[in-house]
C-alpha cells in the first residue's frame, strides 16, 4: 500500500512539473518561483531514490528538500505581497530564519545526518505565514493561487506534525510507524493534486489560448 502512494506522489509531481515547466515563460516571475519549486522536489526526489538503489544514506537530502522550499516559497509569497510592510515582514524573516539555521548547523553539524526537528518548524512554519498572510490578502483581492494556498497551509502544518510525532515515536510498533508515513504519503497525494488544480483553473486555459493565438499567426 505504500509503496502504491509513494508512486502515485511521484507520478503527480512529475506532471506538475512538466505542466508548470511548460508554462515558465509566460506567467511571470511569482509562477517561475512556483516552478523552482517543483524542480528541486523532483531532484531530491530522484536523487533520494538514487542513492536508495545504491544502498547509501539518503536523509541529508531532507535539509535540500525543507531549505529549497523555503527559499523558493519565501519568495514565491513575497512576490504576492500587497504592501511594502507585508514584503519586510517575509524579506527580515527569511533572513533571521536563514541565520538561526546557519548557527543551528555551526553549533550542531551532526544535525546534517538526522532529521533536524528545529529546521522543519522553523522553515515549514515562516512559509505557513506566508501563505497565510496572501490567503487575508485574497479576502478583498482576486484569489490568485488559492488552491495552491490552502494546499501548502493544510500540507506543512499537518506533515510538520508528523514529523514530530514520528520523532517522538521512534521506539514504538512498526506498524504505528508504518501508520504515519503512509498517512504522510496521503498528505503528499493531496498535496500535489491542489497543485495540479491550481493549474488546472488558473493556467491551463491561458496555455491554450496562447497556443491558439500562436496558430493564428502562422
Not at 522553523?122 to 493561487?145: G, I, P
Request: with cysteine; glycine share 6%.
Amino acid at each position: 500500500m505504500g509503496l502504491i502512494l509513494v508512486y502515485i506522489g511521484y507520478f503527480l509531481l512529475v506532471l506538475n512539473f512538466i505542466l508548470y515547466w511548460g508554462g515558465f515563460s509566460k506567467h511571470g516571475k511569482t509562477f517561475q518561483y512556483l516552478t523552482y519549486y517543483l524542480t528541486v522536489l523532483v531532484i531530491v526526489q530522484v536523487s533520494m531514490e538514487i542513492l536508495v538503489l545504491q544502498s547509501k544514506n539518503n536523509l541529508f537530502l531532507i535539509h535540500a528538500y525543507f531549505i529549497g522550499q523555503f527559499f523558493c516559497l519565501g519568495f514565491f509569497y513575497k512576490s504576492l505581497m500587497k504592501t511594502k510592510a507585508q514584503v519586510a515582514i517575509i524579506k527580515y524573516t527569511m533572513i533571521v530564519g536563514s541565520l538561526l539555521l546557519l548557527l543551528d548547523y555551526c553549533f550542531y553539524p551532526e544535525q546534517f545526518f538526522k532529521f533536524n526537528l528545529f529546521e522543519i518548524a522553523l522553515t515549514s512554519l515562516l512559509v505557513v505565514l506566508y501563505a497565510v498572510m496572501h490567503l487575508y490578502n485574497m479576502l478583498l483581492e482576486n484569489k490568485e493561487y488559492y488552491y495552491l494556498t490552502i494546499g501548502i497551509i493544510l500540507y506543512l502544518l499537518a506533515s510538520t506534525v508528523l514529523f514530530f510525532v514520528g520523532n517522538l515515536t521512534i521506539g514504538l510498533s512498526v506498524e504505528f510507524k508504518l501508520l504515519t508515513w503512509n498517512v504522510n504519503y496521503f498528505l503528499i497525494i493531496f498535496f500535489q493534486l491542489l497543485i495540479l488544480v491550481e493549474w488546472k483553473k488558473s493556467f491551463s486555459k491561458k496555455v491554450l489560448k496562447s497556443n491558439h493565438e500562436r496558430k493564428s499567426n502562422i
